[in-house]
C-alpha cells in the first residue's frame, strides 16, 4: 500500500536551516508528484512546493528564496530543505502524494518541527 | 494568488441533518478540491474535480459548483463527520487553501 512517512529534527534553533526527508513505499517517484504542505499549530493548510516525476520543482513563491526540494528515486525519498527558520515556521511538515492531475490523495503522517531557542 | 475564503468559520449540526459549506475563490478556478480533517491526524482527500468522490468516501458527501463559487454538502450529518474541511485549488501558482470549517456535532 502507498506510505509517506516524513522525518525531521523536532527541534532547530532560529535562523538555522531545516532539512526533512520524506520516505515513501508502494508508489514510485518517477510515476508520481510529491509535494510539501505544511501547518502552524491551531491553523490551516500552507502548500510549500512540488517536485515533478522528472525532478522539476515549483514553489511557493512565500518560500522561493529559502526552500529546496529535490529527491532520489532510487532510494524512494524526497529532500526538504528550508533556511533562515523563524517562530513562525512552527509547523507540522507533510509530504504528500500528487494523485491525478492537482490534488492530494496520500498523505504522510506529518513531522512537527519547532523554532526556538 | 487565489484566495479561498470559506464559511462559515464554524458550525454545528445534529444527526440526521443536512450540512451544506461553501468555499468562495478570488477568481476562477476550474476545479475545487475537498478534505476532511480530524485532530490529531493528517488531511483526507474527500472530492476532487469538484464533485468526484475519493475512494472509500460516503455517498453522504457531495460536491459541486463553478466559477468562484463552490459547495461541499453532507446529506445526512453523522458523528463521524465531525472535523474541520478545508477546500483547495490548482488553477495557478500557488495554490492555495481555504482557511477550513469547522463541524461539530450538536
Known amino acids: 500500500q502507498v506510505q509517506l512517512k516524513e522525518s525531521g529534527p523536532g527541534l532547530v534553533a532560529p535562523s538555522q536551516s531545516l532539512s526533512i526527508t520524506c520516505t515513501v513505499s508502494?508508489?514510485?517517484?518517477?510515476?508520481?508528484?510529491i509535494s510539501w504542505i505544511r501547518q502552524p499549530p491551531g491553523e490551516g493548510l500552507e502548500w510549500l512546493g512540488v517536485i515533478w516525476t522528472g525532478g522539476g520543482t515549483n514553489y511557493n513563491s512565500a518560500f522561493l528564496s529559502r526552500l529546496t526540494i529535490n529527491k532520489d528515486n532510487s532510494k524512494s525519498q524526497v529532500f526538504l530543505k528550508m533556511n533562515s527558520l523563524q517562530t513562525d515556521d512552527t509547523a507540522i511538515y507533510y509530504c504528500?502524494?500528487?494523485?491525478?492531475?492537482?490534488?492530494?490523495?496520500?498523505w504522510g503522517q506529518g513531522t512537527t518541527l519547532t523554532v526556538s531557542s | 494568488q487565489i484566495v479561498l475564503t470559506q464559511s462559515p468559520a464554524i458550525m454545528s449540526a445534529s444527526p440526521g441533518e443536512k450540512v451544506t459549506m461553501t468555499c468562495s475563490a478570488s477568481?476562477?478556478?476550474?476545479?475545487m478540491y475537498w478534505y476532511q480533517q480530524k485532530p490529531g491526524s493528517s488531511p483526507r482527500l474527500l472530492i476532487y474535480?469538484?464533485?468526484t468522490l475519493a475512494s472509500g468516501v460516503p455517498v453522504r458527501f457531495s460536491g459541486s459548483g463553478s466559477g468562484t463559487s463552490y459547495s461541499l454538502t453532507i446529506s445526512r450529518m453523522e458523528a463521524e463527520d465531525a472535523a474541520t474541511f478545508y477546500c483547495q485549488h490548482w488553477s495557478g501558482y500557488p495554490l492555495t487553501f481555504g482557511g477550513g470549517t469547522k463541524l461539530e456535532l450538536k
Open positions: 477568481s476562477s478556478v476550474s476545479y
Open positions: 508502494g508508489l514510485s517517484l518517477t510515476s508520481y508528484d
Open positions: 504528500v502524494r500528487v494523485g491525478g492531475d492537482h490534488y492530494f490523495d496520500y
Open positions: 474535480d469538484t464533485s
